[in-house]
């Protein structure tokens, strides 16, 4: 069964500091791994997805990158801002089936 | 393309009664999928869709809980005689048949069963 494990559980820095966000997992034999964002009582938004072919994806400021073979991706975001604070989780699929597991999240908190 | 679209917003029942939820996703879309999260946790996998047939279920979905999509197009998702233990945020998701695609989510049905 995978595992998914995301440290940080809570992160807060003052604006402009650069995030560092980390995800592992068990099971390294995973297809593709998605990052979200999901704030206070709402649905969650699709970041990024890295296929499992790929090292690294990047959005604006948002850049992702994924190590299968360690069983870890990390997300950065770089100069932060106050609209940055919210919840950040990892999800991985299964490589037999589509859904999805998640981390528990990373709540950050950029302090203007 | 309006997004993935869930009603009600939000829903409080007293404990023993029955509540349906809602989804519309994305027009083109094959797989719908529903998952569950409780406050703190992430999101965990109840079912999903293959247009109308119902490939999957978890072992968290017990007798109480029943899920439809006729026609493959809206679902919806039944509790029956709700427990405390059932108050949470109801999510779905859909995505395209082609493996490997982002999942686009609803802003989910927060459940409160008092």
């Known amino acids: 069964k995978q595992e998914v494990t995301q440290i940080p559980a809570a992160l807060s820095v003052p604006e402009g500091e650069n995030l560092v966000l980390n995800c592992s997992f068990t099971?390294?034999?995973?297809?593709?791994l998605q990052w979200f964002r999901q704030d206070p009582g709402k649905g969650l938004t699709s970041l990024l997805l890295?296929?499992?072919?790929?090292r690294e994806q990047t959005s604006g400021r948002l850049n992702a990158s994924l190590d299968k073979s360690s069983g870890r991706s990390t997300l950065y975001i770089a100069a932060s801002q106050p609209g940055d604070s919210a919840t950040y989780l990892c999800?991985?699929?299964?490589?037999?089936?589509?859904?999805?597991?998640f981390g528990a999240g990373t709540t950050v908190t950029v302090r203007a | 393309d309006t997004g993935v679209s869930q009603n009600p917003r939000h829903k409080i029942t007293k404990r023993g009664q029955n509540v349906t939820f809602r989804c519309d996703p994305i027009?083109?879309?094959?797989?719908l999928y529903w998952y569950r999260q409780t406050l703190g946790q992430g999101p965990e996998f109840l079912t999903y869709?293959?247009?109308?047939?119902?490939?999957?279920k978890s072992r968290l979905l017990s007798d109480r809980f029943s899920a439809e999509r006729p026609k493959g197009s809206f679902s919806t998702l039944e509790i029956q005689r709700t427990e405390q233990g059932d108050s949470a945020m109801y999510l779905c998701?859909?995505?395209?048949?082609?493996?490997?695609?982002?999942?686009?989510f609803g802003s989910g049905t927060q459940l409160s069963v008092l």
């Open positions: 998701a859909s995505s395209s048949l082609r493996r490997g695609e982002k999942l686009f």
């Open positions: 099971d390294s034999a995973i297809y593709n």
């Open positions: 890295i296929q499992s072919s790929q």
């Open positions: 999800a991985v699929p299964s490589t037999n089936d589509y859904k999805l597991s």
């Open positions: 027009s083109e879309h094959n797989r």
């Open positions: 869709f293959q247009n109308e047939a119902q490939l999957e």
